[in-house]
């Protein structure tokens, strides 16, 4: 007998339904998201996610603002994603120009995306960890997090976000210690992995929490158009990385973990089988770095080398025209996803040819999680809400465009 099937037996008993509002201020839902909760005594009758305390009107705001300056307002989207967010982006307008990323640039890409894959991982184990009373976890997870954060902000002056993605590659390249610097924390994460997995996978509080709590399995998951780890556990081996490989994942060796129990544990498990992964990834890709150019040589999307400007004319009137009025794309629109922590990120595009893009739409991972909580969380008692929403891992910021 699961534990919804055990909760719905108790249905009806107290005769009385009280109504509940989980949020938009509670720390355990991740975000400013509000949950009208309907409850018989301790369990769920139903549930009702409102949306909307976070908007800030991005996809809008995109419309005014040339191509380089979008970077900075998509990568506040999925804020723990934000490489995520630039490449989606990037890629997007680099196929409608039809320009070329160098082989060095699209190494980096990859290394930052795996690093940042990681550290938005630790930081989901950390919170749910503590949302269920394991402070230790929480350290452990923060701890870690921060040596990428560390590497990011070595390269770029930025933590959370390098912002360093550019139309055609990358606006600068690695500082010198950040392959060793890189080296280093891959030599050191896998005892704290282990230390984790030691503290969490059977742990009896933890299972006894997560297991046969929150089921969506895969129909479910179709029908709401789930993707990342919450359709993998599953049992959905779909992985933007495999299925359309951009950066040239398709020539890396890495497996795309699933499970079949599809509930809030096998969720973490596959947020844990991905961390060694996306650690593999960096290792393959750290090996093949090469010395090269980080940004194409397409003069319409890439500004002149700054050794160029004292002493040609040219390449500061070329600077001056793409800084003041940006790029051109040509006339059409396609649709571009990648794979961040948390699913497909897409990004549908639109241009009419200005400098600005005409019409900018993300498909959120986050979005379609926070909408199945209505139909998953009843049948469930109140603590499993917490439990329920932490395994979906939503971002708000993703949600409210």
Excluded at 149 to 178: H, I, K, T
Excluded at 224 to 242: E, F, L, Q
Excluded at 266 to 293: D, F, N, T
Aim: glycine residues 6%; charged residues 25%.
């Amino acid at each position: 007998m699961s534990k919804k099937t055990k909760y719905l037996e108790q249905f009806g008993k107290t005769g009385d339904v009280m109504e509940l509002n989980l949020g938009p201020q509670h720390p355990s839902t991740h975000g400013v998201l509000r949950i009208k909760l309907h409850l018989d005594g301790e369990m769920i009758v139903s549930a009702e996610p409102v949306i909307g305390y976070l908007h800030t009107g991005v996809e809008k705001e995109c419309e005014t603002r040339t191509y380089p300056q979008v970077f900075t307002l998509v990568d506040r989207l999925d804020y723990l994603s934000g490489p995520a967010e630039e490449q989606m982006f990037a890629s997007a307008v680099e196929r409608l120009m039809s320009v070329d990323v160098p082989e060095r640039a699209q190494t980096i890409r990859l290394i930052l995306l795996e690093l940042s894959r990681i550290g938005s991982h630790l930081l989901w184990l950390g919170t749910s960890a503590l949302e269920l009373n394991m402070s230790s976890v929480f350290m452990y997870c923060f701890t870690e997090r921060e040596k990428i954060l560390d590497l990011f902000e070595q390269m770029s002056g930025a933590r959370m976000f390098p912002s360093c993605w550019r139309v055609g590659g990358l606006g600068y390249d690695l500082n010198p210690e950040f392959e060793e610097n890189t080296k280093k924390f891959l030599r050191d994460f896998p005892a704290t992995w282990k230390d984790l997995n030691n503290l969490l996978t059977n742990n009896y509080v933890w299972c006894e929490r997560l297991q046969e709590v929150g089921v969506i399995d895969k129909e479910l998951c179709k029908q709401y158009m789930c993707t990342g780890p919450v359709i993998r556990a599953a049992g959905v081996p779909y992985d933007i990385r495999k299925i359309y490989p951009y950066l040239g994942y398709e020539t890396y060796q890495f497996d795309v973990p699933t499970r079949t129990e599809a509930d809030s544990y096998a969720r973490y498990m596959i947020r844990m089988e991905e961390m060694l992964q996306s650690a593999s990834l960096v290792e393959q890709a750290l090996k093949r770095l090469k010395p090269g150019p980080v940004i194409t040589d397409n003069r319409k999307v890439a500004l002149p080398p700054r050794s160029e400007l004292p002493r040609s004319m040219e390449a500061v009137i070329h600077q001056f025209k793409l800084v003041s009025e940006g790029i051109h794309p040509p006339v059409g629109e396609l649709y571009q996803c990648v794979e961040s922590a948390r699913g497909e990120l897409g990004c549908y595009l639109e241009s009419d040819g200005s400098n600005k893009p005409y019409r900018l739409r993300v498909r959120s991972p986050s979005f379609p999680h926070v909408e199945i909580l209505k139909k998953i969380v009843p049948g469930y008692i109140l603590s499993d809400v917490v439990v329920i929403i932490a395994s979906v891992d939503p971002i708000l910021g993703d949600v409210d465009r």
